[in-house]
């Protein structure tokens, strides 16, 4: 608790306004407090309180973590010190909080707008300030000249002492000339490396993504393994299978949020690709 306050007091100060951080962990701690929660009413009500304190303090704190997952979930207004937007037509995703970007709910309004009437230009956002053309190709044309600078420097000179005769006169001059190596190949700077800098970490998370989404493919049979072994199993209580049920629900739609999710960082790599490479080819930095 002392970490979540402490985190939430930084981000506050950093101006995030919702964080799927502090949801995920609201959500996880209400998930393990549900547990003891059933068992204290379940006990009190074959037995009785014992310790009304413990009994009452546990109240006030599941109540309290349920309160706390519910306004979590909620974005908080922007803080006052927030940059002045000139877009009249901003894309809303930039603005939106953490299960919005999860579930793409920021993109109803356009999709029910669409449905209605047909979309017009004024009707489409404003790109993200990250996916323009001014930012992407400024980000490529950066790496480029750092790769470069260190293909240069990494050149490394020969140096060969010629004798001139001047005049013919029997004089020695030393001169320093840079030659490159025989039968050596210059080495060009790469531009695949140079997208991989720009563009890989993005790209990365996408990936991560679709890690956990295989991952969690394998869940649904072993709990599926699970689930037949209860229904074998006459005395197994039946809460047992409400959970395990419970989980195989909850382990597709996890799977479907993240498949989404890894979409989503593939198709706007391919964009910020495809417009960097055009920017760069004609220079087209703005």
């Known amino acids: 608790m002392i970490a979540a306050t402490i985190l939430m007091q930084y981000e506050r100060l950093r101006g995030v306004r919702s964080s799927g951080v502090l949801i995920i962990f609201w959500f996880l701690a209400t998930l ?14 074959r037995e009785g309180v014992s310790d009304r304190f413990r009994f009452t303090t546990f109240f006030i704190y599941f109540t309290l973590l349920v309160l706390e997952l519910i306004l979590s979930c909620f974005k908080e207004a922007p803080p006052f010190f927030s940059p002045i937007r000139s877009d009249c037509n901003p894309c809303p995703e930039a603005e939106a909080g953490f299960l919005s970007r999860l579930t793409f709910w920021w993109f109803t309004r356009l999709a029910i707008l669409g449905y209605r009437r047909p979309l017009e230009d004024k009707d489409l956002w404003s790109l993200n300030e990250d996916d323009t053309s001014k930012e992407v190709v400024t980000k490529l044309i950066k790496e480029w000249e750092k790769e470069k600078t260190r293909i240069r420097t990494t050149q490394v000179p020969i140096t060969k002492t010629q004798e001139i005769e001047l005049n013919h006169v029997d004089e020695k001059l030393a001169e320093s000339d840079v030659l490159i190596e025989d039968g050596k190949k210059v080495k060009e700077p790469s531009f695949l490396k140079v997208l ?11 990936s991560v993504f679709k890690l956990f989404q295989d991952l969690l493919s394998f869940v649904n049979p072993q709990l599926l393994s699970i689930l037949i072994d209860f229904i074998k199993n006459r005395e197994a209580p039946a809460w047992w299978g409400f959970s395990i049920a419970a989980l195989m629900f909850l382990s597709s739609v996890a799977q479907t949020l993240i498949l989404h999710q890894h979409f989503q960082y593939c198709f706007v790599t391919g964009m910020r690709l495809r417009s960097a490479i055009t920017g760069i080819i004609y220079r087209k930095v703005r």
């Open 32 to 45: 393990c407090a549900i547990v003891p929660f059933r068992s204290k009413v379940m006990s009190s009500v």
């Open 196 to 206: 991989l800098k720009t563009f890989g970490p993005f790209f990365l998370i996408g």
